[in-house]
């Protein structure tokens, strides 16, 4: 189960490429990230704005943090608690002010750059690698968007809802893998 939900097995290729493919192959990370744009959409201008800007400049951050070497710890709980907390904001409807959404999103933001700065292959380009995990997460950013949109209509909302129940109940098994 480790393997499966968790993308941070240290390997991997390189630049641009490997960057991009780095959050994509961990379901904690597509959890979250996605769970980034649904609260956005769910919450609406500006905040779907805001939210899927805030987190990628922070996870930058985070990144360089990660292939500085700087210590993090339970990066990996980390990330799985982003998954529980950020698919229960939406499930719950939870409208705090945008400055709280914002906050708690780049909070969660600094252990996913994190996780990914730390398993930058060797002799890879930290730029261009940094580069593709930032377009990924945006992309997953959209993505949640998306979907999020749907909440417009009542039947879209409970979609919605459920959508963030379902990533909050998958973040509870990413902690749970995540600490054994």
């Known amino acids: 189960m480790p393997t499966w939900a968790l993308a941070h097995t240290g390997q991997g290729m390189g630049g641009f490429a490997g960057g991009l493919a780095h959050p994509l192959f961990g379901a904690d990370h597509v959890a979250a990230m996605v769970a980034v744009g649904l609260w956005g959409a769910f919450l609406g201008p500006p905040a779907i704005y805001q939210l899927p800007v805030v987190f990628p ?6 990144g360089a943090l990660g292939i500085l070497w700087v210590p993090l710890p339970h990066v990996e709980i980390g990330i ?22 914002a906050a708690l999103v780049g909070a969660f933001a600094i ?10 292959p060797a002799g890879a380009d930290p730029v ?13 950013h959209l993505a949640g968007i998306a979907f999020g949109l749907l909440a417009r ?12 129940g379902a990533i909050a109940v998958a973040g509870l098994v990413f902690l749970h893998a995540s600490m054994t």
């Open 57 to 62: 400049l922070v996870m930058a951050f985070g």
């Open 153 to 164: 209509w009542p039947a879209g909302r409970l979609a919605v809802r459920t959508a963030g």
């Open 111 to 120: 252990f996913h750059g994190h996780a990914h700065g730390a398993e930058l």
């Open 80 to 101: 799985a608690v982003s998954a529980v907390v950020l698919g229960a904001m939406v499930a719950l409807a939870a409208r705090p002010h945008l400055a709280v959404a």
């Open 128 to 140: 261009a690698y940094s580069l593709g995990f930032v377009v990924a997460t945006g992309a997953l």
